[in-house]
């Protein structure tokens, strides 16, 4: 810990500081992911900076799985592009830089569409990046996508006791990277590999360190996350739910979360998790994409309808104040009508407390691109919006519901208005409380007086 401390106060070598302006795309584990290429550049000398005019490096950490989020980055190093020049004029050099999951996608392809971009680094690779970046200030263009051999959480240096205090009270953690499920729609197992659990051992003492320097709430992440498993202490096999058993004993951790989960991977233990283990919080995001058997089918999910239905009752049987949240693709090529309706036949069962739905973005290199019967675009705007407008419906009734209640809530930060806190509800929803209610990292008990459109409204009890 003191030598991690220490090190934000050592830039190396130049003497001078150097900023670094990251932008993160995507997934939370993107997030995460740019937090630890932070805090290996702040052991290289270079602080962060939120004015993108001041950075000698400037990172985007992109996002590949629809076509929407791939091509945001090319219109940014558009833009990108003049304020390098900008600098030259000024003699300052800038080092830009793609990272992420469109860069293990499309590897030296970037750099020929933007010359701009001096190097390309993949999400296996990051312990590599102080390196990468040297030899990119040499002038070289550098394309390092290789999947390394070696560890990469091992050899990335922790953040400073101060830089995680400084990120507040709630922390990601991941666990498991990558896919071995290759759902026809998804690039994932493209761009992030195959399914690699962290050790135990990296995992708890990761946890512990948020722990001592005040995080209270800890989200454990992967693509997969329920498929993570490793060797216990004891020796012997331990899946997610007894890691998070271990884990909720770490003192200062109080409350637990996990995404993204598979509803293959909902094995029993993480059930029994969610029935004894009062810091695993009651949300629960386990997508499902489509209510219609062939549509499950053709999209190689290899579950049924009724399958995922039946677990959720015995996930609800555990945990009856349990909330639930899914991910929706609408226009999966071949999606008729019928199955559309079978979809919203799933979500009218299941009720959704929050939901994430999309239209199907087919994707160079994965089978879904290749199908015939691909939906037309009027048609999957149709559907996006019935489907949005039944699960908002969904998502404000179970806001409405807790008005009047009581409940525990973590504060996180200072609220808009002098006399408020921010804080989240178990069920991670934003909830606005008296300033007096307690300090940052506190959890309180609130009556929620009311749902607004994005938070929950609370008096002190
Ligand atoms: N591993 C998770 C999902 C990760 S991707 C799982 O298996 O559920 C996050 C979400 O993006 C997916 O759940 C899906 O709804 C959406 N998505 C992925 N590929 C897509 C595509 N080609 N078009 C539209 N949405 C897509
Ligand atoms: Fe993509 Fe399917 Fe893997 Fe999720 S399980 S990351 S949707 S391939
Ligand atoms: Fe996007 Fe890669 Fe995450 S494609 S959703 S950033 S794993």
Known sequence: MELNDTLEHQPQASGATKKVFVKTYGCQMNVYDSQRMSDALAAEGYLPTEAIEDADLVLLNTCHIREKAAEKVYSELGRIRKLKAERARDGRETVIGVAGCVAQAEGDEIIRRAPVVDLVIGPQTYHRLPEVVRKARTGEKVVETEYAIEDKFEHLPAPARKVVRSRGVTAFLTVQEGCDKFCTFCVVPYTRGSEVSRPVSQIVAEAERLAEAGVREVTLLGQNVNAWHGEGPDGGEWGLGRLLFRLAEIPGLARLRYTTSHPRDMDDALIEAHRDLPALMPYLHLPVQSGSDRILKAMNRKHTAVDYLKLIERIRDARPDIAMSGDFIVGFPGESDEDFEATLRLVR????????????????????????????????????????????????????????????????????????????????????????????????????????SHSLFSEPV
């Open 349 to 452: 069962e299941v009720t959704y407390a929050q939901a994430f739905s999309f239209k199907y973005s087919p994707r160079p290199g994965t089978p879904g691109a290749e199908l015939a019967l691909q939906v037309e675009e009027n048609v999957k705007d149709e559907r996006l919006q019935r489907l949005q407008a039944l699960l908002n419906e969904q998502q404000k009734a179970f806001a409405e519901s807790l008005a009047g209640r009581e409940i525990d809530v973590l504060l996180e930060k200072p609220g808009r208005e002098a006399h408020q806190k921010v804080g989240r509800s178990p069920w991670l929803q934003p909830v606005i409380v008296d300033e007096k209610a307690g300090e940052i990292g506190d959890i309180v008990k609130v009556r929620i007086t009311k749902a607004g």
